[in-house]
């Protein structure tokens, strides 16, 4: 096995490069932006720089296949006259020349179409932030399902991977009915939560955008910070929803049992850091008070970088939540990182937000708008 590293100013220009130098079979490891080029600090421009490894060849098996071949050839031969042996390695030369040529001329259009429908699809996941795991299974995926035929066809290559990425999105059914009237939002500090709370609380007990209207509660346990308690009663007194703070296991239960009636109680949690263990616990131990039957649901920010994602979503594993609402869509540019976690991590989306207006910025997740999201999605477009 060879590793290579290869600098250049584009994608597409890393992709020729490492094929025109390695060949088709290799596996990028990691990508990198570098400056390359330039004098003394000056005329520097922003580039990429690959790592990774060439597959092992198969060449000394296809040298042992053509002894064999050879082998056979003159076995055929050797009772033939000297005459009659000339003409017929002639003839085999001959048939041997020919097919030669047209394996290398017949495949050639349709070889350099494939190739480009390959690129394309890297180029598209790249730009889109979609992870190296993701994007490898999808290649291997293209190269083990379609013909050569359909890869020659770059339009189609790249429908299918849509339609690939559309089947790997899972999206939280919306429940008609519900095992429990309690909702519980958890997740980190400065993600949105009680803002969340506050438009989920208001499509429900308002009746907006087409919701049957319901009798709704609020209720807060961060008492920790003032301006968060303060946020969630001013959100309440607009809204005409009746809003009460909790600092224990017991006050909780009893405010859930004083409730019971309401059609939602909407519970916002303290904002909490996935390395303090403790808090964490602190809290897993007063949201017990909601009983067995509450719905936990977990939110992060889209802006938050992936790695720090899945830690959140390992940390807060204890909390059983049963989907995710992504928050701050609207302040990032790229949601393939987020395709690829949550696919990774098998976990569904509920709802996402997309901006700081209450009620006006949250909507039930679906597919196609995920899907709308990806830049250059051409699929989107011409449906």
């Known amino acids: 096995m060879m590793y290579f590293t290869e600098t250049g100013r584009s994608h597409q220009e890393l992709t020729r490069l490492i094929i025109d130098k ?39 098996k296809l040298k042992q296949d053509d002894k064999k071949e050879k082998e056979k050839i003159l076995e055929s031969v050797k009772g033939l006259k000297e005459k009659d042996r000339e003409d017929s390695l002639q003839k085999i030369l001959d048939e041997v020349k020919s097919l030669k040529e047209n394996i290398v001329s017949a495949p050639a259009a349709d070889g350099k179409n494939e190739l480009q429908s390959i690129i394309q699809v890297e180029e598209y996941l790249y ?9 490898k299974k999808t290649i291997d995926r293209l190269k ?22 559309e089947e790997s999105i899972s999206i939280a059914p919306q429940k008609e009915s519900r095992k429990s009237n309690v909702f519980i939002l ?7 939560k009680t803002t969340t709370i506050a438009k989920l609380a208001a499509q429900k007990g308002l009746g907006l955008g087409g919701v049957q209207k319901h009798s709704v509660r609020m209720i807060t346990i961060d008492n ?43 519970v916002d949690t ?5 390395k303090d263990f403790v808090k964490l616990a602190e809290m897993r131990r007063i949201l017990e008070g909601c009983g067995h039957d509450c719905e936990v649901h977990l939110a992060f920010s889209a802006t938050t970088k992936t790695w720090d ?68 999605n051409k699929q989107i477009t011409r449906g």
């Not at 000056?42 to 580039?47: D, N, R, S, T, V």
């Not at 730009?127 to 994007?135: G, Q, R, W």
């Not at 958890?186 to 949105?192: E, I, R, W």
Request: proline share 4%; net charge negative.
């Open 270 to 274: 303290i904002g909490k850091s996935p």
């Open 309 to 376: 994602i899945r830690e959140i979503m390992k940390q807060y594993n204890p909390f059983g939540y049963e989907s995710v609402i992504i928050t701050k869509l609207d302040e990032t540019t790229r949601c393939g990182n987020l395709i690829s976690l949550l696919h990774e991590q098998k976990q569904s989306v509920a709802y996402i937000t997309t901006g700081q207006m209450v009620p006006q910025d949250i909507e039930v997740a679906t597919k196609k708008r995920l899907m709308s999201l990806l830049v250059g």
């Open 224 to 266: 920790y910070r003032i301006a968060a308690k303060k946020q969630i009663e001013t959100y309440g007194e607009i809204m005409g929803i009746p809003v009460t703070c909790c600092e224990s296991y017991e006050d909780l239960k009893r405010e859930i049992d004083i409730n019971s009636d309401k059609d939602y109680i909407f």
């Open 144 to 165: 083990n399902e379609l013909s050569f035929s359909e890869l020659s066809d770059c339009d189609l290559t790249l429908d299918k991977v849509n339609q690939w990425i």
């Open 127 to 135: 730009e889109n932030d979609f992870s190296l795991a993701y994007t």
């Open 22 to 60: 390695y060949g088709p079979n290799y596996t990028i490891l990691s990508r990198k932006k570098v400056t390359i080029g330039g004098f003394l600090g000056l005329f520097q421009k922003e580039g990429f720089e690959y790592s990774g490894y060439i597959s092992s060849n198969t060449k000394p």
């Open 186 to 192: 958890v997740g980190p500090t400065g993600v949105g």
